[in-house]
């Protein structure tokens, strides 16, 4: 049984798994965007996401347990001065697959992987990440309970708007009845 077993070998044995894994994730390290099937590119991200957790804390022994896995010098500063800062404050998720659909030959399913924060795209607009407020989500029906402060300001808006709408029906009927002339005096011409 292999249960709680949920890496995938790629059909591959482990040298040439662990192999083209490091030289992925080196690839994906220097360019920041790599097109792969969907299967290599999750193994990939759990592949990857571990090296760049350990590049937020720089020290010559996280330099030397990453490049026991990229075996890439050039990867390996890249990751610890540039993309170690731009991730610094991201709890982990820090790459996206992106789907292609299906290649022509074997049918395969094509994506991009992609490290999040270097697609200008995908960045959040101006707004948000400048003021420092995040978007509230939420995943269940609206909260029935209001504020008394909501409720205060609700009042005097329907107040308001009470008020305006009499206005406005007491306005309507004049125009009406000067339509009603019209229309009556003409009938009788």
Do not use: W
């Not at 709890?91 to 290649?103: A, S």
Request: proline letters at 2%; charged letters at 30%.
């Amino acid at each position: 049984m292999r249960h709680r077993k949920k890496f995938n070998h790629l059909s591959r044995t482990s040298s040439h798994r662990r192999a083209m894994l490091s030289n992925m994730a080196s690839s994906l390290i220097m360019h920041k965007r790599i097109r792969t099937t969907v299967a290599k590119a999750k193994a990939l991200r759990m592949y990857i996401e571990p090296l760049i957790t350990r590049s937020k804390n720089d020290t010559t022994h996280s330099r030397r347990m990453v490049f026991a896995h990229l075996q890439d010098k050039y990867a390996v500063s890249e990751l610890f001065r540039e993309i170690a800062q731009k991730v610094a404050d991201r709890p982990g998720g820090y790459t996206r697959i992106l789907k292609l659909g299906n290649r022509v030959g074997d049918a395969a399913e094509m994506c991009y992987i992609e490290l999040v924060d270097y697609n200008e795209n995908m960045l959040p607009t101006g707004g948000t990440a400048e003021s420092g407020e995040k978007k509230k989500t939420r995943r269940g029906r609206r909260s029935r309970k209001k504020s008394s402060s909501e409720v205060v300001t609700e009042a005097a808006v329907s107040q308001e708007g009470s008020a305006s709408e009499s206005l406005n029906e007491d306005a309507a009927p004049a125009d009406n009845s000067d339509g009603d002339d019209s229309q009556s005096s003409k009938k009788e011409e």
